[in-house]
């Protein structure tokens, strides 16, 4: 199941947010391309615990989200909300059992492909993001670089298109993914264009408390993203032909006296 999934933090006026992005592509073996739920939220009755996403072989993304949710619910029944040295204990209790299953799977010969990022808010506004390999390996990249990109997309341009348009928490992540997404689906056709599968984990501030919420992309905000995208990609190639046309040094000049008026 090949695909593209981006995991960023975003920082909101309420603390640090999780934005969960993914294309809705599968790919069989044989080339046969079906759509596919690759966000899997975690959810203690309608309360959010974590957000779980996963690529690689869907035999092994699905058990990754069973194992997931019945560690981090088992915590969340203790402690809810999880706090985040207690989600990086769940995510230990995880890894282990990640690492046993892979392991045997390599004695008898049998190669996995797997990567899986979980996300988890603490009440505090504290993100955790984790990205699991193919051994059941867990590594922490919330504060570097805080992000996870996971998926085929990640060599053939998810992480390429981030790092050039730069990542930083305070940007309007949603047109940032959808643009990646749609992207990096123009030239690898085993991922599929964004349309909507998107998890925003927030705090939100209720009557004095500070509560986790968890929500899908609305669909008026998919049709503002993909406009938007669209019109960003068409100024960019304005932006390359002004280069060659008048120069480097004048589209600088240019954009810093617009920046300044900003500012």
């Known amino acids: 199941m090949m695909t593209l999934i981006l995991a960023l933090k975003w920082l909101l006026s309420t603390g640090e947010a999780i934005l969960v992005t993914s294309d809705s592509r599968a790919t069989t073996p044989f080339g046969i391309a079906y759509e596919v739920k690759k966000i899997h939220p975690i959810l203690l009755g309608d309360k959010p615990v974590a957000i779980a996403s996963g690529a690689g072989d869907a035999s092994h993304v699905k ?6 949710e019945d560690i981090l ?54 993100a955790s993001i984790y990205l699991f390999d193919n051994r ?7 504060d570097n670089p805080g992000y996870a990109i996971i998926g085929s997309g990640f060599v053939t341009g998810g992480v390429l298109l981030l790092r050039l348009l730069g990542y930083t928490m305070e940007r309007d992540l949603g047109i940032l993914t959808t643009f990646i997404v749609d992207t990096v689906s123009e030239v690898d056709t085993a991922v599929g264009p964004f ?19 968890l929500g899908p992309l609305k669909e008026e905000a998919l049709l503002e993203f993909k406009e ?22 004048k589209v600088e ?10 500012t």
Not at 103 to 120: E, P, T, V, W, Y
Not at 195 to 208: A, D, F, Q, T, W
């Open 63 to 68: 058990w990754g989200f069973e194992v997931a």
């Open 73 to 126: 619910l088992d915590y969340a029944q203790r402690e809810y909300p999880v706090k985040f040295a207690t989600f990086r204990k769940a995510v230990r209790d995880i890894e282990y059992s990640f690492i046993r299953r892979f392991s045997k799977l390599r004695d008898l010969g049998i190669n996995s492909s797997f990567q899986m990022a979980l996300c988890g808010l603490d009440p505090s506004g504290k």
């Open 136 to 142: 059941g390996l867990a590594e922490p990249v919330h």
């Open 195 to 213: 349309v909507g599968e998107s998890y925003l984990l927030r705090i939100e501030e209720k009557e004095g408390r500070r509560e986790v919420v």
């Open 228 to 249: 938007k995208s669209a019109k960003r990609k068409e100024l960019i190639r304005k932006l390359w032909q002004l280069f060659d046309e008048v120069g480097e040094e």
């Open 253 to 262: 000049e240019a954009l810093n006296s617009l920046l300044n008026e900003v």
